[in-house]
């Protein structure tokens, strides 16, 4: 059974930077792409960034463009969302989650398992 498990989330300032990881278990075959998303409060579920099973495709969400990043490493089954430049409007929890494709998907109905989310809060 896959296994999404995500760490790393805490508390920033305003301008500040924090990490996301998030480590799938529980496949043989680890040719799956990964994402993040996020739902912050009275919003639908809104795509952050998405990595390609192999790392070198990659998908970033229009409100987050220019300051999150995401990479992956295989070996260890790991995707690392980078968040730069954080903003108060990027406070709310965020859900690692893995579809049967190779290819990054922005749509969550790609996506078959889901992590239990880490918090995300920045501070003005």
């Known amino acids: 059974q896959v296994q999404l498990v995500e760490s790393g989330g805490g508390s920033a300032q305003a301008g500040g930077s924090l990490k996301l990881s998030c480590v799938a278990s529980g496949r043989t075959d680890r040719r799956y792409a990964m994402a993040w998303f996020r739902q912050r409060s009275g919003k639908e579920r809104e795509f952050v960034a998405a990595?390609?099973?192999?790392?070198?495709?990659?998908r970033i969400g229009d409100s987050v463009k220019g300051r999150f990043t995401i990479s992956r490493v295989t070996a260890t089954n790991t995707i690392t969302l980078h968040m730069d430049f954080l903003e108060p409007e990027d406070t709310t929890e965020y859900y690692c989650?893995?579809?049967?494709?190779?290819?990054?998907?922005?749509?969550?109905?790609?996506?078959?398992?889901w992590g239990q989310g880490t918090q995300v809060t920045v501070s003005s």
């Open positions: 989650a893995e579809t049967f494709r190779e290819s990054p998907s922005e749509d969550s109905e790609n996506y078959t398992h």
């Open positions: 990595i390609g099973w192999s790392g070198a495709s990659t």
